[in-house]
T-cell receptor, first 114, second 114 residues
Framework: KNQVEQSPQSLIILEGKNCTLQ??????????LRWYKQDTGRGPVSLTI?????NTKSNGRYTATLDADTKQSSLHITASQLSDSASYIC?????????????FGTGTRLQVFP | DTEVTQTPKHLVMGMTNKKSLKCEQH?????MYWYKQKAKKPPELMFV???????INESVPSRFSPECPNSSLLNLHLHALQPEDSALYLC?????????????FGSGTRLTVV
């Protein structure tokens, strides 16, 4: 069964600290893996996208890693800011019948406090 | 223009009303999507349009009726909805069904059915 699991479900950190979010997936055939940031009541905003051959990708203070062998990804946030408070969703794509289908994780809810 | 624009941002409707949600993009994307998202859950795919033709209908009740008048515009017509249909409705677009890059979400319409 194609699944994307994220941990932790929720996380509280202090402003300025670093944190790492985890994503494990069982999706086949793998096409790509994306991390999205979603503020409450808003649409998801893309942070990174990685294909099978990419191990790491950065977007400012966000760095995503991908281990295609173990089917794991992580999102590292450096020097967190209050505006980082949001849900972070790991999304894995699988190519089925000529369509790139997205499989969503349930997200990690991050709260950054001053 | 790298955005997907959704209107209205908020909508409150009665169970006997007819309303429409609108989604627009000018990125030249030929695939457009409707998702439904309940609180603290990942988005659920409803419909997929490819080159203005309905490609996927994920067994959505007929009280939701999609329409793609042209390559830039996607509508979702609503009629006789139930309170449990209250959710965030997200539109997304991508280059086409087979291209991983460029998958962009709109900011959503918060729908409340009373």
């Amino acid at each position: 069964k194609n699944q994307v699991e994220q941990s932790p479900q929720s996380l509280i950190i202090l402003e300025g600290k670093n944190c790492t979010l985890q994503c494990n997936y069982t999706v086949s055939p793998f096409s790509n893996l994306r991390w999205y940031k979603q503020d409450t009541g808003r649409g998801p905003v893309s942070l990174t996208i990685m294909t099978f051959s990419e191990n790491t990708k950065s977007n400012g203070r966000y760095t995503a890693t991908l281990d295609a062998d173990t089917k794991q990804s992580s999102l590292h946030i450096t020097a967190s800011q209050l505006s980082d408070s949001a849900s972070y969703i790991c999304v894995v794509s699988a190519m089925w019948e000529d369509t790139d289908k997205l499989i969503f994780g349930t997200g990690t809810r991050l709260q950054v406090f001053p | 223009d790298t955005e997907v624009t959704q209107t209205p941002k908020h909508l409150v409707m009665g169970m006997t009303n007819k309303k429409s949600l609108k989604c627009e993009q000018h990125m030249g994307h030929r695939a457009m999507y409707w998702y439904k998202q309940k609180a603290k859950k990942p988005p659920e795919l409803m419909f997929v349009y490819s080159y203005e033709k309905l490609s996927i209908n994920e067994s959505v009740p007929s009280r939701f009726s999609p329409e793609c008048p042209n390559s830039s515009l996607l509508n979702l017509h609503l009629h006789a909805l139930q309170p449990e249909d209250s959710a965030l409705y997200l539109c997304a677009s991508s280059h086409d069904l087979q291209v991983a890059y460029g998958y962009t979400f709109g900011s959503g319409t918060r729908l409340t059915v009373v």
